[in-house]
Every structure is written in structure tokens, then in C-alpha cells.
């Protein structure tokens, strides 16, 4: 088709695509992302494109109940608080539950553990706090400065913040195990509360929710990864009762899921506990990318994408196996209604060897109002 040229607006009831058409076969693949420039007023939209470094949630704490007594003016007392995690250069503060009056407290990592916290008394005459609550929080050293991320945080087995990094030849992060089996490295949004919207905002199954994001598998060896909305951050599909992810794993080992082909890409949706496993015709290849989306409709049934490209959903149940599916454009059963998701990317070693996995970016978005 050539180019055409229009004098007024060009308007679309569902958007615009941005395609490619295989000379070969003449598959057509929407490339566009759902977060595009043509955004629709009636959906929000959030989009994460890892400028910044996702580090280990940024703090651990740690509490105690404590009666200082009475202290005299011009004098410090001083109380160990155990904090799990805490190391020697991370940083620490700590407050009590009670006005302090005139007191100062402040806190440091003295061991590995422990936390010292000091009061004193400048206030001029003796006093004597109510027994309250004394927390500590603990920030760990490389997670407290703006430049890591305000959205995503990186959990799972034996995870470092210094496991995060960023590849010189492909856009976005690289997520490492750290190197013994059953390591862990999962991207998620960050937990704090109140912190960011991702976590936030409400990701329901009645809300019209649309995920997707972009990754590609350094190797393919002994490994199990997952993409998509669940209600952990773990692989296994009998963990969560009601999902809908993409997943991919080399073999049965440490994943919880019992597959039977470990080269296919496939993508598991769980209705009330009941399993559905979905066998995709893609032969998963290493330092390929993936754009992988899932689109829940008002009627609460999810279709999936890889690369623009849409696939069928099984609707034969089942927790083993999986069920081959071809391209089309069948959707699952209503998901169960008012159910919580949470995006969740990560990766698991099923062998004693770091395994790693590209991230490009991820992004999600819902009707504005249920």
C-alpha cells in the first residue's frame, strides 16, 4: 500500500497498531505496546522502563518494648535492638512509640544483627519516657539513594541488590541467581506502602486490567522463568489459586508445575484452583525477546500475545502436561470475579549455576473506574 495523506484527524474506535507482516508466511504482528502514544482517556496507565536500578526492598526493621526509666539531664543510655540483615555501613534510625520530649535518639549498625541505640537527655532536668515501642529501621547500603528504583524491588533465594544490572548490548535490566540451585531472582513492584502506584492501585479481574512486558532469556539451561499476574511471587501454579502468566522451564525440577515439553513457551491460568495449562507452538531460544501481553476483557476473560501475535487459551483443565494451542483467538473462562493480581517476572535456578534474564520493561494499565 503506499503512503496516504490526510487533511483532517484519522480516528479509531480501538486504537492504532504498529505491524510487521512475515514475508514468508504473512503472519501479521502487532508490534504497538498498549501504553503507546494513543492512549485511551477512560484507562490508566502505568510503564516502568527500569531507568533506575530495582535494589532489595529498602529497609528491615526490627522492635522492642522498652521502659528507659528516669534519665538524668546530661545523660546518654544505650540499648542493643536485634535486626536481621543489618550489616556494618548500612544505615540505621529509630523512634519510639512515646513523646521523647527533649531527648535526641539515634542509631547505628554496630554488628552483624544489631542495632545501637543511644538517647540522650539535653534537656535540662531529669525525665522518665512511658514504657513504649522502640523500632528500629535498618536501610541497606546502596538502597537508600534516589538513584535506585521507586517502583520495582528484587527478592527471592539468596538475591543482592548488586544482582541487578545492566546489559551494554540490549535495553533495560539483566535479574542473576546467584548462583546455587534453587536461587532466585524475582522483579516486582515495590511493597512498601504507599510508595508507588504499582502496588498501590488496585489490579483486579473485573478491572479490565492489560499487562505485558519484554524479556529474553540469556541461555536456555537449567532454568524456570514466569511472567505475568499472579498472587505471589513464586512459580509454581499450585501456589496461587486464581493467575494468568506465561512461564518457561527446562525441566520438573525445584518448579512446582509438571510439564512435559521443557523446549515450548507456555502460559498457565488458574480459575477457583482449577489449573489450566496452555502449550504454546513456541520453541523458546536463548537471547530471543519476548513481548509477552495478557488482556483481561469486562466480561473477565484473558487473551494472550506473544510478540503481537495472538494465541488460543485451552480451556481443558488440568495441573500437568499442558494442552497444545495455536495461533487464534479463543480466551479463557470468566476469571473469578474481584481478585487482586500482582505483576511478578522472575527466575529460578533448577542447577548450582547463576542463570540471568533480560528485562526490557513492563507495563500495565485498567478502566479508571470499575
Known amino acids: 500500500m503506499s503512503n496516504t495523506t490526510f487533511s ?18 504473512g503472519v501479521i504482528s502487532n508490534r504497538a505496546r498498549h501504553t503507546g502514544t494513543t492512549k485511551d482517556s477512560n484507562r490508566y496507565y502505568l510503564e516502568e522502563n527500569f531507568e533506575r536500578l530495582p535494589a532489595i526492598n529498602a529497609y528491615l526493621t526490627g522492635s522492642e518494648t522498652k521502659d528507659w526509666g528516669s534519665i538524668s539531664d546530661d545523660t546518654e543510655l544505650e540499648e542493643d535492638v536485634t535486626v536481621t540483615g543489618a550489616a556494618l555501613g548500612d544505615v540505621a534510625v529509630a523512634a519510639m512509640g512515646v513523646d521523647t520530649v527533649a531527648a535526641q535518639i539515634t542509631a547505628s549498625v554496630t554488628a552483624a544483627d544489631t542495632v545501637t541505640v543511644v538517647i540522650s537527655n539535653v534537656s535540662g532536668s531529669a525525665i522518665d519516657l512511658a514504657s513504649a515501642t522502640l523500632t528500629v529501621r535498618v ?25 541487578v544490572t545492566r546489559n551494554a548490548d540490549r535495553a533495560g535490566i539483566i535479574v542473576t541467581t546467584a548462583g546455587a ?31 505485558e512486558c519484554s524479556l529474553n532469556p540469556n541461555a536456555i539451561d537449567n532454568q524456570w522463568w514466569w511472567a505475568g499476574l499472579k498472587l505471589t511471587h513464586v512459580p509454581e501454579s499450585a501456589t496461587d489459586a486464581n493467575q494468568a502468566y506465561f512461564t ?3 525441566d520438573n525440577d525445584n518448579s512446582g508445575t509438571s510439564l512435559t515439553d521443557f523446549t515450548k513457551l507456555h502460559f498457565i491460568h488458574s480459575i477457583a484452583n482449577t489449573d489450566y495449562i496452555s502449550q504454546l507452538p513456541i520453541t523458546v531460544a536463548a537471547n530471543t525477546t519476548y513481548h509477552l501481553r495478557i488482556k483481561i476483557d469486562s466480561d473477565r476473560k484473558a487473551t494472550i500475545f506473544v510478540n503481537g501475535i495472538q494465541y488460543n ?14 495461533v487464534g483467538s479463543s480466551k479463557t473462562a470468566a476469571l473469578t470475579d474481584d481478585i487482586d493480581l500482582i505483576p511478578s517476572i522472575g527466575i529460578e535456578a533448577n542447577a548450582g549455576a547463576a542463570e540471568l534474564l533480560d528485562v526490557h520493561y513492563t507495563s500495565i494499565s485498567r478502566i479508571i473506574y470499575e
Open 8 to 25: 483532517g484527524p484519522v480516528r479509531s474506535e480501538n486504537g492504532f497498531a504498529i505491524v510487521s507482516k512475515n514475508a514468508t508466511t
Open 139 to 163: 536501610f541497606k547500603t546502596g538502597t537508600v539513594s534516589f538513584s535506585k528504583n521507586q517502583n520495582f524491588e528484587v527478592s527471592g533465594t539468596n538475591m543482592t541488590t548488586a544482582l
Open 181 to 211: 540451585d534453587q536461587d532466585q531472582a524475582i522483579l516486582t513492584s515495590h511493597a512498601d506502602s504507599g510508595q508507588t502506584a504499582w502496588t498501590g492501585t488496585v489490579w483486579g479481574t473485573e478491572n479490565q486490567v492489560e499487562w
Open 248 to 250: 518457561f522451564g527446562t
Open 313 to 326: 487459551v485451552t480451556g481443558t483443565a488440568g495441573a500437568t502436561g499442558g494442552t497444545a494451542v495455536t
